[in-house]
C-alpha cells in the first residue's frame, strides 16, 4: 500500500505562458454580471497544441458601448457576421478554437501579493484557420 508524508501545505503555481499565439479552445463560459451591470462572460480557453498543451488561458467579455470592438473582434475570429444585431449565446461556442494572442500582465492576488500572469490582448482573437481552411471542431 502506498504512503506518502505531507510537510505542510505548498503552493500549487504555474509559471505564466511565455507571451505569444496559441492555439486554443472555449472549454468554459461562466455568464456573469459586472459591478456596473453589464453581461460579462467569464471565458477558460485551454490550449490544444504545443509544449503548453492543457495549460488554461483566461479572458472576460463585457457586453457594453465601451466594449463593443473587442466584442465585434472576438465574434469575427468565430466566423460571426457583425453588420446589424446578434445574438450569442455562450453554448454556440463551447469546443470551438481559436488563436489567441497571449501576453505576460501583473495582477495582485488575493493575499496582495503582486505576480505576474497571462491576458489575452485587446485584439488578440484570430480566426483558427490551418492550410488555407477552417479547422473543424
Not at 481559436?98 to 488575493?110: C, G, I, N, Q, S
Request: aromatic share 12%; with cysteine.
Amino acid at each position: 500500500m502506498p504512503s506518502i508524508r505531507f510537510h505542510g501545505k505548498q503552493e500549487k503555481r504555474f509559471e505564466p505562458l511565455p507571451a505569444g499565439k496559441y492555439l486554443a479552445r472555449i472549454e468554459d463560459i461562466d455568464e456573469q454580471t459586472t459591478r456596473r451591470g453589464d453581461p460579462m462572460w467569464r471565458i477558460r480557453f485551454v490550449v490544444t497544441t504545443g509544449v503548453h498543451r492543457g495549460r488554461w488561458i483566461f479572458d472576460r467579455l463585457v457586453f457594453s458601448e465601451p466594449a463593443k470592438e473587442r466584442l465585434r473582434l472576438f465574434c469575427e475570429a468565430f466566423g460571426y457576421e457583425t453588420d446589424g444585431d446578434i445574438h450569442l449565446n455562450a453554448d454556440d461556442f463551447l469546443g470551438k478554437h481559436v488563436f489567441l494572442d497571449v501576453e505576460k500582465a501583473p495582477y495582485t492576488d488575493r493575499e496582495g501579493r503582486e505576480r505576474e500572469g497571462n491576458e489575452v490582448a485587446w485584439d488578440g482573437f484570430h480566426r483558427a484557420v490551418r492550410e488555407g481552411e477552417e479547422i473543424p471542431f
